[in-house]
């Protein structure tokens, strides 16, 4: 019988408040995020170290872990069960970067078992060198295995059930607002920034992060949107405009009702629940923004999961 596995790549995140160090120390030792020319490791614990007891407060505030855990767990269950539906033997694996289960359990069980075809399926829908290629390239560190047997999705960032599981969540948000009309509403499309060094380089993220919000857009023609950048570490320069000068700005022209939409993620965690719904929301009541609204993560949407498995279904059927 052929066996299929899947693969599903992400960052992970912090099971409690003990392990946010570890999950620290792992993210700053990565050399497509941080490429230090020597003691890397030994900054990433210093650095780990001084961070994770500030970090451990603002995970407190959402629960002391991280929901991208729980979130990838339903979108694995619910693709495995999906693509089972046409596929017989079909396993679908979780690998976090930089916390359990790591990429190196999934690249051990898959070659242990001899998988017939193996599909990479990073849950980062924009291609960057910090997501995708950091995923792809542990990936070829760890796997033991016949890499001619091995696909991977690069990105998913136009996948039309995508795009259309964004639209719904944005349209869901829209009818919560109260007392202005809809079409006064500016839609800030927030992602996860990146250093400008990253896009000098070619990396193709934020070229497809306008891609996807373009597509977004023109459902919603009548109201302003902007693209905004968030989660800056460090000194240098990042892609540009932060969510802080975007709010700003929206606050000193008079736009006082903004839905946020994270733009690069598929499910909710820190910097959504954290980043977006707590600190950002109490900056724009400072600044006098009257509704400030964060459209909730696609976690479990079933649009997304046909998008996942559509991307899945490509690459088994190119073979």
Request: charged share 25%; proline share 5%; with cysteine.
């Amino acid at each position: 019988m052929s066996k299929i596995a899947v693969v599903l790549m992400n960052l992970g995140g912090p099971a409690n408040s003990k392990s946010i160090e570890p999950f620290l120390f792992n993210l700053f030792s990565d050399p497509d995020i941080f490429n230090i020319p020597f003691g890397q490791k030994f900054l990433a614990r210093l650095i780990a170290k001084f961070r994770a007891p500030k970090v451990a407060k603002d995970y407190a505030l959402i629960g002391n872990d991280s929901p991208i855990n729980k979130w990838t767990e339903e979108q694995r269950k619910k693709l495995e069960e999906k693509l089972s539906e046409n596929y017989d033997g079909v396993k679908v694996l979780t690998a976090f970067r930089y916390s359990p289960p790591f990429t190196k359990e999934a690249a051990l069980e898959i070659a242990r078992n001899n998988y017939s075809k193996t599909v990479l399926l990073p849950l980062y829908p924009h291609y960057s060198y910090s997501t995708t290629r950091s995923s792809f390239n542990e990936w070829e560190r760890v796997f033991k295995g016949d890499v001619s047997k091995v696909s991977f999705v690069k990105s998913f960032h136009l996948n039309e059930k995508y795009i259309a599981a964004l639209v719904q969540r944005v349209q869901e948000e829209l009818e919560q607002f109260k007392d202005v009309h809809k079409e006064e509403i500016t839609l800030l499309f927030s992602a996860h920034g990146t250093p400008v060094s990253m896009q000098k380089a070619g990396d193709p993220y934020s070229e497809q992060i306008k891609e996807t919000v373009n597509a977004v857009k023109r459902f919603f023609p009548k109201n302003r949107s902007v693209i905004c950048y968030q989660s800056k570490v460090g000194p240098v320069k990042w892609l540009k405009p932060s969510i802080k000068d975007v709010l700003e700005e929206c606050a000193n022209t008079g736009q006082k009702h903004l839905l946020v939409i994270p733009i690069s993620f598929v499910s909710d965690h820190f910097e959504t629940l954290f980043e977006l719904n707590i600190f950002y929301r109490r900056f724009s009541e400072e600044i006098g923004i009257k509704q400030f609204r964060v459209t909730k993560g696609l976690n479990d949407s079933p649009l997304l999961i046909e998008a996942l498995y559509e991307e899945v279904v490509k690459k088994l059927e190119a073979e």
